[in-house]
C-alpha cells in the first residue's frame, strides 16, 4: 500500500473512528484523552507500518487494535504522554516558591524516617543468629539482589525458594519492628 492509498483509505474510515473511539474512552474511563489525537495517534502510528498493508482489510484491522490496546492500558505510550500534558498544565513557579519552607520541612522529617528504619535494619541483623537468615539479609540489603530470581541465581537456589526467605525475612523485620515499638513505647 503506497502512502496517497493509505491516506485516501484513512479518511474514509475516519467517521468509524469519530464514532468508536469516544465509546472506548467512556468504557475504559480515559477522559483525558481527546478523540482527535487517539486518531492522529493512530495515523502516525500505522504509517510507519505502510508496507505490511496488503489489503484495506488488513489496515482497517492495525489501525483500530492500535486505537483499541492504547486506551485500554493505562501505561500505554499516549496515555503516559496525555497524562503529562495534564500535569503540566496550571504548575508556575510562585507555587514552587511558597512551598519552600514546607518542603524543607518535608525532607526533615523524610531523613528522620529514613533513618529511623536504617536503624531499624541495623538491630535486626544485630539481633539475628541464624546463618541463613544473615546471608539472605546481606545478600537483600548489602548486595542489592532484591528479586526472587536475583536473589536465587546469587545463592544458586531455586527462585520460588529464594522469594520464600524474601518474604520471610520481610515478616520478620515487621514482627521485629512491632516488638521494639511494643517495647519502647508501651510500658
Known sequence: MTKETYD???TTIIPQMYESVPKLLSKYKRQHLEVDVVVSEAYLYCLEYI???DTEKKCKSYIFKFIDSNIRWYNSKMN?????NNVTEGYTVA????DFEDNISNKVQLEEWYNNRK????QYRMQLTDKQKIIIYDCFFIKGFQTGKDLGL???INKDYALTYIREMKDDIIQFEIQ???KNNIR
Open 8 to 10: 485516501k483509505y484513512f
Open 119 to 122: 536503624a531499624l535494619l541495623q
Open 180 to 182: 521494639e515499638f511494643v
Open 80 to 84: 503516559r504522554k496525555e497524562n503529562v
Open 95 to 98: 507555587e514552587e516558591i511558597d
Open 51 to 53: 508496507a505490511d498493508f
Open 154 to 156: 546469587h545463592l544458586k
